[in-house]
């Protein structure tokens, strides 16, 4: 079953902060969101601006905060690039502390990507085997606290169908999956089904970004990821592969949260709110009738 969530990053734009990102998701009649976690502090967030969530804070109390809002975490953001000697250094430890941050909410995964450029200096098969490494490192700690630790296409390897590929079978671990992601595949220049369809063995959870024709027509094929849609979801180039994406996985069963990542305007998330409950509806009629 497909069950919608909303990323409080969608209101960082905003400067709005976490408290209130999670109150406007609630307001939606959502029950999922998912967030980005701060290794370390961020004034701004601090001062109330970013939806950011430290993992220094207490996460009990932040789970007793969603309880009353009846939000559950669908998965953390721990999204330091992992691809590469950065992520060796910075990636590894990020992801272990989102880990068990995660575990302590009790938020079942933990995403991870990539940079946006290619590491200087170092070939595919060079930056393949630091990468390996990198999440090896990771992997005891999923296993350990039963977290998956995701990866989404967002930067050039993550978008490299044979990296990936090469990436889940290295591990062939129930603990190292697949974040899909509608608007980067389609950014980069894949048709999001096609890249889906390759990838849906590991797939564990979704964002779901739509994109609007003028950024498509400026940066499509030459980017490789966006922060969110700058239209509501629907109402963009993208709209026709959300949805095929989306039939796809309710024909296969698939059951998991898929996050909307728009640009937090009320009217944007509003309208992409109800964009894609009217699929999610459309689709159980189908279902319905083919009984």
Not at 72 to 77: A, F, L, M, R
Not at 78 to 93: D, E, H, K, L, W
Not at 165 to 193: M, V
Not at 264 to 276: D, Q, Y
Request: proline share 4%.
């Amino acid at each position: 079953m497909i069950h919608l969530g909303l990323h409080t990053d969608n209101w960082r734009p905003l400067s709005v902060g976490f408290e209130a990102a999670c109150q406007k998701v609630a307001a939606t009649g959502l029950k999922h969101i998912e967030f980005c976690a701060l290794h370390g502090q961020n004034f701004i967030a601090a001062l109330g601006y970013d939806p950011g969530v430290s993992l220094q804070s207490n996460p009990r109390a932040l789970r007793r905060f969603l309880d009353k809002l009846k939000l559950t975490v669908s998965q953390i953001d721990g999204s330091y690039p992992m691809m590469g000697p950065n992520g060796s250094a910075f990636g590894v430890q990020y992801v272990q502390q989102s880990i068990r941050f995660a575990a302590e909410l009790g938020c079942p995964m933990v995403d991870t990507v990539d940079g946006a450029f290619e590491t200087p200096g170092m070939n595919r098969d060079e930056v393949f085997r630091v990468t390996c490494d990198n999440y090896a490192q990771c992997l005891p700690w999923a296993e350990d606290y039963k977290v998956i630790i995701n990866v989404e296409p967002h930067g050039p390897y993550t978008n490299d169908l044979d990296f990936m590929q090469r990436l889940f079978r290295h591990f062939d671990s129930e603990y190292l999956r697949c974040n899909f992601d509608t608007g980067n595949t389609f950014i980069a220049g894949h048709n999001p089904l096609d890249y889906l369809k390759a990838l849906r063995k590991y797939v564990t959870h979704c964002h779901i970004k739509d994109v609007s024709p003028a950024l498509a027509a400026a940066v499509r094929g030459e980017e490789t990821g966006i922060g969110s849609s700058e239209v509501y979801v629907g109402g963009g180039v993208n709209a026709d592969n959300i949805r095929q994406c989306l039939e796809f996985l309710h024909r296969a069963n698939w059951d998991g949260v898929v996050s909307i990542e728009c640009s937090g305007t009320e009217e944007n998330t509003t309208k992409s709110v109800a964009w894609m409950k009217g699929v999610v509806k459309e689709l159980g009629k189908a279902k319905g009738r083919k009984r």
